[in-house]
């Protein structure tokens, strides 16, 4: 009959029925209230099981009632709501619930939220109401996944909202027991019973319901994470809910999520760029996307992407509770874990296992580590990390072990047992091979891969964490208060030996734009450096706050010290030796090698004298100098004289000591302004100007190499004046579909081959003329180029789009870049080729006819395509360097003019 009513456009009793007039007044809103209860009561007690009319019936009178509650909200009176607290109407709606079907359930659910929303009648104090909404919940969790885990999720968030605001409702859901049962069962447990704590959900379900819900993606597993975080800041009030917590599973749950997590990456790891949408200075070089090998997962498929960001998520979590929770034994108890469980059971073993034979587990490892370090910012975690993975003794937790409640020395007794225990094992430690022993080692190999890869790690811990680099990463010596520092003669000389080196690898002149870009970026990279803030004497250090001697990094930054690199540091040594290959290596090798020695010298502490720069104490100057400040001295006696007689006074009867001070500072000025002979290069540029030197052979032996590397560089800016011409067609409308990833999964992704967009403060490499970045195919404002438009940019393109190469440019240039030319050694004057074959000119015989075969790791010759892009890469990171020489000077006073 319904159905007909409807059909033909509601005749009858139902029309009838819609056609009454809606409760207006409070009475006649609880009279209609009132009656709807009624029905719900009779159709629940008569209905039978699984029978859907009844159930439907269920679902329409409890969506009723939610709809005159929530009509009542907009009024004065509340008679509805009360008539719901006094008769008790949700534990009915709990009984109803647990045996209801899924609209049902989703029903309920909506009319609890409803009364947890209601500001007049607290029904949360209420045990009664919360023993009813908890037996709903746990009744209904086991089908909430599929259904409705969006509506139940949000109602256990509402309670721990309300737990938050008021605190004092706590005990209506968390059952208090004694503190004399509570520790005699802690006490009675062995030391891993001890430390993996006390499972009990009948103490605080709410709490566990929760727990299941945390590792999940996008709303779910935000409320969820937000409902814990505010449930533990609640235990700062509640000394009972402190202590359980302690004693709890919670440390020993989210250490064991985090660690199934990070189980689900892959073990071996390529990192790899999508073939339709290449980064173009990728195409413009000898790149070729080899296939993985077997068992290792390509970082640019979807399935590795979703693991990694749910385990970044899931690590962002750990950091919010850290930073939520009040309590230092919960804290310290949940970073306990996470050193057992995650970095000793997992990150470290998988560190210790990785190779660099297997195909990947190497770059896995070293990629993991670094979107970790560069994904946390919690100074705890980031001590903890570093500090375990280096094997650095931790001095600040000593210290705060001697101030422990009794429920946090039980805790700390047993993880102190099983670190004894797990020392008997043969299980290596860090004190035997650490993350410093990896990187060094992963430094030599002969994986492009992996070199990249570990070059991003050391970038990462020294733009990010330097102080835990010092006498770790790198071996640094003291630079005593009072040395000889570099005058401003020897740094106008320095400036202009390397726009010499400049001029020498190009001979495009106009660097100003590039090079003001430079000063911008190097200004914002020094200045957010987290070592910079003693020395600018910035209110607001690394730890976003003020001050705190009791934080991880505060501590290591006032342990901080004036250093400079060991001349026979390791690292540095690996530095040396990649950039003396710098022709040779991938664009990527590259790009990260350069920005690794930026970054060397960004930290106030650290000196550039002796590794960049040249060392002061072996400044010589000629003898002419000296005479010269004899001369000054004679030419001041002369002014002084002058102005005595201005003054009408006898500089011989009385002499103006402020006019000696003068004199002296004048003496001192000119004495700065000399311009020494410089006696030993430092390493860092005596492989810049052996670089140099090997282009000029390469200019030799390539007549036209000028007129390739000005079409190279036209290629890089056709590539960004095509992209504004895309984006100003009316056409053409940038694409919807590329999703928004999160910011520490871009550290992989084609559009940053060098650092991840969260870190970068700025300072992006840029192509002469500043005009196009060499991170990506797209300009600034991320509208791609088609594959077919990067095919016509180079014929280096073919590598990896196997096309047929066309260009714009000279044929000379299409019919040349793509040929294999020699690798020059360092230090070595020429390429000593073969005498050309018959009929082919001087120019040929520079290249080796291996058609448009990609680069092989390990050959003796590159395409002259790639040696284009790298003597483009050269250029600007010179520039760069001379941009970073110029505001350490102006911002941290490296230099000495008196």
């Not at 430079?518 to 607001?540: G, I, R, T, W, Y």
């Not at 550039?608 to 030419?635: I, V």
């Not at 000005?710 to 984006?727: G, M, S």
């Not at 840029?766 to 195919?777: C, E, R």
Request: proline share 6%; glycine share 4%; charged share 25%.
């Amino acid at each position: 009959m319904d159905f007909w009513n409807r059909l033909i456009g509601g005749s009858g009793s139902s029309s009838v029925a819609s056609k009454q007039p809606l409760p207006t007044t409070p009475q006649q809103r609880l009279a209609k209230f009132k009656k709807v209860w009624q029905s719900l009561m009779h159709t629940w007690r008569n209905s039978r099981e699984n029978d859907p009319n009844s159930q439907e019936q269920l679902r329409s009178y409890v969506k009723r009632l939610t709809d005159l509650l929530i009509e009542e909200e907009k009024r004065s009176a509340r008679l509805c709501m009360n008539f719901c607290y006094e008769n008790q109407v949700f534990i009915f709606l709990s009984q109803i619930g647990q045996s209801g079907t899924a609209p049902v359930i989703r029903e309920c659910i909506t009319a609890f939220a409803t009364l947890i929303d209601n500001e007049e009648e607290d029904f949360l104090a209420q045990e009664s109401f919360a023993q009813s909404l908890i037996a709903f919940l746990r009744r209904t969790s086991q089908h909430s996944e599929t259904i409705f885990e969006g509506e139940f999720v949000e109602l256990l968030f509402s309670i721990s909202a309300k737990i938050r605001l008021s605190p004092g409702i706590l005990q209506a859901w968390f059952i208090t027991r004694g503190d004399e049962e509570g520790g005699r069962e802690f006490e009675t447990l062995g030391p891993q019973q001890k430390f993996a704590g006390i499972t009990n959900k009948d103490d605080f379900p709410l709490f566990y319901l929760l727990i299941d819900y945390v590792h999940h993606e996008g709303r779910v597993g935000d409320f969820a994470r937000t409902g814990l975080l505010y449930i533990i800041e609640a235990a700062s009030t509640s000394g009972d809910l402190e202590k359980w917590i302690v004693e709890s599973d919670l440390a020993t749950l989210m250490a064991s999520g985090l660690g199934a997590l990070y189980s689900q990456l892959s073990r071996k790891l390529v990192v790899t760029y999508p073939t339709d949408d290449p980064p173009t200075i990728l195409v413009l070089s000898d790149y070729s996307s080899a296939p993985p090998t077997f068992g290792a997962e390509s970082s640019n498929s979807p399935e590795f992407q979703t693991h990694l960001e749910t385990f970044l998520s899931y690590l962002i979590f750990w950091q919010d509770v850290l930073e939520h929770c009040r309590s230092a034994d919960v804290k310290q108890t949940l970073l306990d874990h996470f050193q057992v469980l995650f970095l000793q059971q997992l990150l470290y073993p998988s560190l210790l296992e990785s190779s660099d034979i297997d195909g990947g587990s190497s770059v896995a490892v070293l990629t993991y580590v670094r979107v970790v370090l560069d994904t946390l910012e919690h100074p705890d975690l980031i001590h903890l990390i570093l500090s375990y993975l280096m094997a650095l003794p931790d001095k600040l937790k000593s210290e705060t072990e001697s101030i422990q409640s009794p429920s946090m020395e039980r805790r700390r007794r047993s993880l102190d047992l099983l670190s004894k225990v797990a020392a008997m094992d043969d299980t290596p430690t860090p004190d035997l091979f650490n993350l410093v022993d990896l990187v060094l080692t992963s430094l030599k190999s002969k994986s492009q891969q992996t070199v990249s890869a570990t070059l991003r790690l050391v970038s990462t811990i020294l733009r990010k964490h330097h102080p835990y680099s010092v006498s770790t990463l790198l071996k640094v010596i003291p630079y005593p208060e009072g040395a000889h520092m570099r005058t401003i003669g020897a740094h106008n000389r320095e400036m202009e030996l390397l726009f010499t080196l400049v001029g020498d690898i190009s001979e495009d002149r106009d660097v100003s734009e590039s090079y003001s870009q430079h000063l911008k970026d190097n200004l914002v990279l020094l200045e957010s450096h987290p070592c910079s803030a003693k020395h600018l004497n910035l209110k607001n250090g690394p730890s976003r706050g003020v001050q705190d001697d009791a934080n991880p990094r505060w501590a290591k930054l006032n342990e901080m010290y004036t250093h400079t690199i060991h001349p026979n540091d390791p690292l540095l040594k690996n530095v040396i030796e990649l950039l003396n290959t710098f022709f040779a290596n991938t664009v990527e090798t590259n790009l990260i090698l350069t920005a690794v020695i930026v970054d060397l010298a960004t930290c106030s502490w650290m000196r550039p004298e002796g590794w960049l720069l040249f060392d002061p104490t072996s400044y010589e100057f000629d003898n002419s100098d000296e005479s010269d400040g004899e001369e000054a001295w004679d030419e001041l006696d002369d002014v002084e004289n002058e102005l005595a007689e201005i003054m009408g006074e006898n500089t011989t009867t009385n002499p103006d000591i402020s006019l000696r001070k003068e004199r002296k500072r004048i003496i001192e000025l000119k004495k700065a302004n000399r311009t020494p002979r410089f006696t030993s290069t430092p390493p860092i540029l005596a492989a810049l100007q052996g670089l140099v030197c090997q282009i000029r052979t390469y200019r030799r032996e390539i007549p036209d190499l000028n007129d390739k590397l000005a079409e190279r560089k036209r290629a890089f800016q056709f590539t960004d004046e095509l992209n504004e011409a895309l984006l100003s067609s009316p056409l053409v409308s940038p694409p919807m579909s590329s999703p928004v990833r999160n910011s520490k999964l871009e550290a992989i992704t084609p559009r940053n081959l060098v650092r991840p967009s969260s870190s970068n403060t700025g300072r992006q490499r840029k192509y002469s003329g500043g005009s196009q970045p060499m991170q990506a195919s797209r300009s600034s404002r991320g509208l791609a180029i088609t594959p077919s438009q990067v095919r016509a940019l180079s014929p280096a393109a073919a590598v990896i789009t196997g096309g047929s190469p066309s260009s714009p440019f000279n044929s000379h240039v299409t019919d040349t870049t793509m040929r294999r030319i020699k690798v020059l050694q360092p230090g070595q004057a020429g390429l000593h080729l073969p005498p050309p074959p018959e009929g082919e000119s001087r120019e040929g015989s520079v290249w080796s006819d291996a058609g448009t075969a990609p680069f092989e790791e390990g050959t003796a010759d590159f395409t002259l395509s790639h040696l284009l892009t790298n003597i483009m890469i050269l250029q600007e990171f010179v520039l760069e360097l001379a941009a970073l020489v110029q505001v350490r000077a102006s911002l941290f006073g490296d230099l000495k003019f008196a």
